[in-house]
């Protein structure tokens, strides 16, 4: 059960919509659901659609679609790392090569002190400043060079 707080949360996001069109907050709602319990389990999933009125099948394709939504558990840090072509061309491919070795990780694997998953992502927006990283789909890193990985890194495992 999500708690109080989350679906209030979800409640004010359902307020920026007209009456009839709740489920328009349904990215926001996951969202929410997922910061409350890290990842969104089937039950979760069937929360929020009951929550939102809607059919659990049209929720659960929201979050498959979305590379942002957790189907599993994962670890504590998840650093998803850019590789689409122009973080490529920008050092993307050595930044993710470089996590890979540092945490003895492959792509959507997470770290035996379950501290660290390692995600391939898609075009984050800012080309411009590759190699990106977002952790926890919150918080982007510009410009991850192996000292600003290594730097990360120990600042997470603290």
């Avoid at 489920?23 to 926001?28: P, T």
């Avoid at 498959?64 to 993307?92: D, E, Q, R, W």
């Avoid at 952790?135 to 600003?148: F, G, I, L, Y």
């Amino acid at each position: 059960m999500l708690s109080a707080e989350s679906l209030r949360l979800i409640d004010r996001e359902i307020a920026k919509y007209p009456a009839d069109q709740k489920q328009s907050a349904v990215m926001a709602a996951l969202r929410i659901a997922q910061q409350e319990k890290s990842w969104l389990a089937a039950e979760t999933i069937e929360e929020v659609a009951g929550y939102l009125s809607m059919p659990p099948m049209a929720v659960y394709e929201v979050a498959t679609f979305y590379n942002m939504y957790n189907l599993k558990p994962l670890g504590k840090h998840k650093i998803t790392v850019c590789t689409n072509l122009p973080c490529a061309l920008s050092g993307g491919q050595e930044a993710a090569e470089y996590l890979k070795e540092k945490l003895g990780v492959d792509f959507n694997e997470t770290t035996a002190d379950g501290k660290f998953t390692l995600v391939e992502g898609e075009c984050m927006g800012a080309c411009g400043d590759a190699p990106v990283l977002l952790h926890n789909n919150h918080k982007m890193c510009c410009r991850m060079t192996r000292v600003e990985i290594d730097r990360l890194i120990e600042e997470l495992s603290k």
